[in-house]
């Protein structure tokens, strides 16, 4: 059986010790945020998420959803009890403005929190998620009046929200999209249309959901320039701010999937329903990215929050399961085999697994440190910076978290051998669980797409610059440091290749388009690499200025996970690079009949 214990010492270290914590404290509005608050919001969340939302983890999977006739859908059992508890102790609106009712606290500090709630239940977890995406784009594009009436709820998880933009003919491809709204003559529209794949589109955790959806006006432009957002409510409200009568939006089924069954992925029929209008008319897709990139980040950090789950279960199988002996000789020699914790192969998985999720958790951290200076920072020039960087770290984080998060679930899954195969055992429901993340909120090769082909030549290179010169910089000013250069020269030679693959892609896509298209997922894969590989040098930098075996050998086991991901992860640049540089000829020169 499965357990899950947050991983609190690393997350202090990641917060307090690699990155500066009094940084995030002297922005404005941040005063109180001492690493003393900090330590008891994460050890409150941490009980919460082992203690009520993991207890309810497998049986919410194997209960999963219930569609009920009229459209109405009940959670899994300790679902709603367990909703209203996380709610009332303010986890939902643990970031949210306090003018709304929420606590103000910072970005880097509600990451965490969500890694661990992803750990514990990823199901769970996307109900509150959604809500989050949904705060973001009311309050950064309705008008007051939405914003007051509306955003309270949200905070508080009285109300929940939704993303309600796929259609059946269409997925990424929003231009095809085809529900409308007409004017109603009373500033309202009537919408028409039907979703699918809505994630939390109908539930009983809240007594109302307030649906974010993509329609069309009736002048619309064709493609996406014809695109609106409008907020239709499950439950118009009344002048009170109470539920009012039923609007027309209803779940039709419940997809039947193969993994985070507990959380509801609705088909949608929007019948005249009442909307009002988000933003400027065809202005949606600019509000639909700001949803959508909250998004990319939430699910990436579920990719992260299942790493750690599994690895947890792996290194707890590994120590317990008895099996052959070490090829050097008997390491128990008292007992009838040895731990498979002694096996090269086992002791090569777990190190993997380990480097990849606290390096993904240095990422993420990093990467939410730049959201509170985006929203926080006093000069213009650091707010642009901030914002240049989580652009062009999203689809990174999304892709990368996510494609490992599934590799590395699997991985514990085989440190398992047969065990891991039977549902009893816990850890088959974290590899099926993951798999969807590589999908959903843009398939991880749109993310490569976006990366090579939006964010390398926005504002002639910008983004790049506030990744590439921080490396550049401490590589330069640690080159003649003889301690450190186990991690100097191999970062040094995989940023050269990234480097080196960035100038290639933006000189060749400009002329060549399926050129840039044909390398985006190894490009995106060398990018995060080379981001790991340099948060992995500075994470051996700080743990190395303290005595290794203090704390049971924590800072000891992070230079030696350092030295690990250095010598045998981080060489794949090289093989990325090849790939990258071979070319499209293989593939867009394939007879498309000889598929």
Not at 49 to 75: A, K, M, W
Not at 298 to 314: D, K, T
Not at 348 to 358: I, K, N, Y
Request: with cysteine; charged share 20%.
């Amino acid at each position: 059986m499965t357990s899950y214990s947050a991983p609190l010492r690393d997350m202090r270290f990641v917060y307090n010790e690699l990155f500066d914590a009094q940084a995030i404290t002297d922005l404005p509005g941040f005063d109180d945020v001492t690493p003393d608050l900090i330590d008891a919001i994460l050890e409150e969340a941490a009980k919460v998420c082992e203690n009520e939302l993991f207890p309810i983890n497998r049986s919410g999977d194997e209960e999963g959803c219930h569609y009920h006739q009229g459209g109405n859908v009940t959670t899994p059992e300790g679902f709603r009890e367990c909703y209203r508890s996380y709610a009332e102790g303010g986890w939902i609106g643990l970031s949210g403005d306090p003018e709304y009712g929420g606590q103000g606290l910072p970005a880097s500090i509600s990451t965490l929190l969500e890694e661990m709630v992803c750990s514990a239940n990823i199901a769970f977890g996307t109900y509150a998620g959604l809500s989050r995406g949904a705060y973001r784009a009311i309050a950064a594009f309705a008008g007051d009046d939405l914003k007051r009436r509306y955003l309270p709820k949200l905070t508080s998880g009285e109300w929940s929200g939704t993303m309600c933009l796929t259609e059946p003919q269409c997925g990424t491809d929003l231009g095809l999209l085809r529900t409308r709204a007409e004017p109603d003559g009373h500033g309202t529209y009537q919408l028409t249309g039907n979703k699918i794949f809505i994630s939390a589109g109908e539930h009983d955790l809240t007594e109302n959901i307030i649906h974010l959806v993509l329609a069309r006006l009736p002048d619309a432009p064709a493609g996406i320039r014809g695109i609106s957002l409008f907020l239709v409510p499950k439950f118009l409200s009344n002048v009170d701010g109470g539920i009012g009568e039923r609007n027309g939006i209803y779940c039709t089924a419940l997809e039947n999937k193969m993994g985070i069954k507990a959380s509801s992925t609705c088909a949608m029929s929007i019948e005249n329903a009442k909307g009002w209008l988000v933003g400027h008319a065809n202005k949606g897709m600019q509000a639909m990215f700001v949803m959508m990139n909250d998004a990319r980040l939430g699910v990436g950090i579920q990719g992260l929050g299942l790493s750690e789950s599994a690895y947890q279960a792996a290194v707890a199988y590994a120590r317990d399961r008895l099996q052959g002996r070490a090829l050097s000789g008997a390491q128990y020699p008292e007992q009838a085999a040895d731990p498979i914790l002694v096996h090269p192969d086992i002791r090569r998985t777990l190190l993997t697994m380990r480097a990849l999720t606290e390096g993904n958790r240095a990422m993420a951290t990093w990467i939410a440190r730049h959201i509170d200076l985006r929203e926080r920072a006093e000069e213009d020039a650091e707010r642009t910076a901030a914002d240049d960087f989580v652009q062009l770290m999203t689809p990174i984080a999304k892709a990368f978290f996510t494609d490992y998060g599934f590799d590395i679930t699997n991985m514990g899954l085989q440190v398992h051998g047969g065990h891991g195969y039977i549902r009893e055992t816990g850890v088959e429901q974290y590899v099926r669980d993951a798999r969807i993340a590589q999908i959903y909120e843009g398939t991880n090769g749109i993310q490569a797409l976006d990366l090579v082909g939006r964010k390398l030549s926005a504002h002639t290179g910008r983004y790049l610059r506030r990744f590439f010169h921080p490396v550049q910089s401490w590589i330069e000013s640690h080159a003649f440091n003889t301690e450190l250069q186990p991690f100097v020269t191999p970062l040094a030679k995989a940023f050269g290749r990234l480097q080196l693959a960035s100038v290639h892609i933006a000189q060749i896509g400009m002329k060549y388009p399926n050129e840039a298209a044909a390398a985006a997922g190894e490009y995106l894969r060398l990018f995060g690499l080379v981001t790991l590989g340099y948060l992995w040098a500075r994470m051996a930098e700080v743990a190395m200025t303290h005595d290794q075996e203090a704390e049971g050998g924590f800072y000891a086991a992070k230079v030696a996970t350092a030295e690990h991901y250095m010598q045998r992860i981080l060489p794949q640049t090289g093989s990325l690079f090849a790939a990258i540089m071979a070319g499209a000829s293989t593939m867009m020169e394939f007879p498309e009949d000889a598929f």
